[in-house]
Structures are given as C-alpha cells and as structure tokens.
C-alpha cells in the first residue's frame, strides 16, 4: 500500500484539504463580505477611520483567516481518512521513507544500527521529510507535530532496542509507542469548529464598529 497507492492517497488527501478549504474560503468570505456591506449601508455618515476598520477586517483580514481556517480543517479530516483507512499507514510511511532516504554517517555503508544510533538521524529525518511529496508534506508534517513525534523519541529509550539493529518495521513500532492515544486526541475534532468561532468573532466586531460610529465624530 505504501508504494504502489501514495500517488492515489496523495491526491485523496489533497482533494479533501482543497474541499476545506474552499468551503472555508466561500462561505467565510460571503459572511465578512455581507457584514462590510451590512454596516457600510447601515451606519450613514460614518467616520472614516471606522470605514478603513471595515474594509480592512472584513474585506481583508476575515477572508485570509478564513482561508488558513479551512487549511487547518482540510488537514485534521486528512489524517482522519488515512487513519481510519488503515491506523499503522503513516508510522509505516514515514519509517519506510526514512531508512529509503537516510544517509549513513560514521557508520559503514551496509552496516546495521540499533536504534540509539539511528536517533539522531530519524530526528533530523522528521525536520527534513526528505522523499514525502510536496501534496502530502503538509499533511505529515502537521501529523508528526500534532502528536509530538520529536520529543516522544527524544526521551524514549528501550533496552531491547538499543542493541538490536532497527528496520522499518520496528522503527514503525517504536513511533506508535511514542505517539500512543496522542493520536486519538490530534485527529479528534474541536467541540467548536474554526469556522463558526471565526463568525462569532466577526458578530462581535460588527457591533462594535457600528456602535463606535456613533461616539466618533
């Protein structure tokens, strides 16, 4: 699965991130955009520093949020189709990846490691993604900081393993362990999705822009 379906998980995965994201962008922009027009027609006269405020926060600001909003979206609904598809696919992608790609230092080529001397190098790896597709580095670059791969692997230290040489196999094994139910809690959605915070956010400052206008000469 790992090599003969990327190029299709890729695309899967940027079809879902692309959805987010417009989803985000056209119904985010459409809210601000319709809040701007709302206090432009409502508050007559207003002062120009107000008028400024608005096209800026509602015609700017608000619609790049937006778009960084479904971003994030598009991503978590990303990793929760690959997990659900199969939960060991990205610890086995990354560690097949990292022993395709690595770079053999101080150590003979051919030579076999244990896992204390592989550390440093499947650290450096998980900075660098060397060998990931530029479609799914995004994605598995969010997934290795979300569930905090780095440090779990920082701080572990396993007896049995530090004399055996490591394959991909048991490395894969290893960044399940690190991770543990991180995972569960870096794909499970927010109680409040991004979206609709964002709108609260834009209610508010629309009242307040159009109570403003009338204090401001």
């Known amino acids: 699965m790992i090599e003969s379906n990327i190029f299709k998980t890729a695309l899967k995965a940027a079809?879902?991130?692309s959805g987010r994201i417009a989803m985000y962008t056209i119904g985010g922009t459409a809210i601000s955009w319709s809040l701007m027009l709302a206090l432009l027609f409502l508050a007559t006269g207003m002062n120009r520093i107000i008028v400024i405020i608005t096209w800026l926060l509602f015609g700017v600001i608000f619609p790049v949020l937006y778009f960084m909003a479904g971003q994030?979206?598009?991503?978590?609904k990303a990793l929760a189709y690959l997990y659900q598809g199969n939960q060991h696919f990205l610890f086995d992608y990354i560690s097949t990846l990292f022993f395709k790609n690595r770079r053999v230092t101080a150590v003979?080529?051919?030579?076999?490691?244990?896992f204390n001397e592989?550390?440093?190098q499947v650290l450096a790896y998980l900075y660098t993604l060397q060998g990931v597709p530029k479609l799914l580095k995004p994605l598995v670059r969010h997934f290795v900081n979300k569930t905090g791969i780095p440090q779990g692997l920082t701080q572990y230290d396993q007896l049995d393993l530090n004399q055996e040489p490591l394959d991909a196999e048991k490395l894969s094994q290893v960044l399940q362990k690190v991770v543990g139910s991180k995972i569960e809690d870096a794909l499970a959605p927010a109680a409040l999705s991004?979206?609709?915070?964002l709108a609260l956010l834009e209610a508010v400052l629309f009242a307040v822009c159009f109570s403003s206008n009338r204090w401001l000469p």
Do not use: C, H, R, V
Not at 72 to 76: E, N, P, S
Not at 194 to 197: I, N, T
């Open 108 to 114: 003979a080529q051919g030579t076999q490691q244990s």
């Open 72 to 76: 994030k979206a598009g991503i978590q």
């Open 194 to 197: 991004l979206f609709w915070k």
């Open 15 to 17: 079809a879902l991130i």
């Open 118 to 120: 592989y550390k440093p």
